[in-house]
Nanobody
Framework: QVQLVESGGGLVQPGGSLRLSCAFSGGIFSIYAMGWYRQAPGKQRELVAGISNSGITNYADSAKGRFTISRDNAKNTVYLQMNSLKPEDTAVYYC????????WGKGTLVTVSS
């Protein structure tokens, strides 16, 4: 059974950066498409960025130019580098493997505030 554990969240000032990590276990990481989603208070969960098993990436419009998703198949880990953070990026960020019907992590909280 696939398990995902996120880390790297925290409190950051507007304009700052964070790198989220997601450790994958319980399956063959290299065959999975991976994604980062987020859910802000009172809002639905939304896709932030995705990366296919071949490394093709896609981003929400709100993330383009600021966030970068990457994967390290040797480490069974997917990353989300977030730069130029804004207060509206405040949310719980979830790692996903295999699409919305796949596996989910428990999330890591990112708070962007001065």
């Amino acid at each position: 059974q696939v398990q995902l554990v996120e880390s790297g969240g925290g409190l950051v000032q507007p304009g700052g950066s964070l790198r989220l990590s997601c450790a994958f276990s319980g399956g063959i990481f290299s065959i999975y498409a991976m994604g980062w989603y987020r859910q802000a208070p009172g809002k639905q969960r939304e896709l932030v960025a995705g990366i296919s098993n071949s490394g093709i990436t896609n981003y929400a419009d709100s993330a383009k130019g600021r966030f970068t998703i990457s994967r390290d198949n040797a480490k069974n880990t997917v990353y989300l580098q977030m730069n130029s953070l804004k207060p509206e990026d405040t949310a719980v960020y979830y790692c996903n493997a295999g699409g919305p019907r796949g596996a989910w992590g428990k999330g890591t909280l990112v708070t962007v505030s001065s």
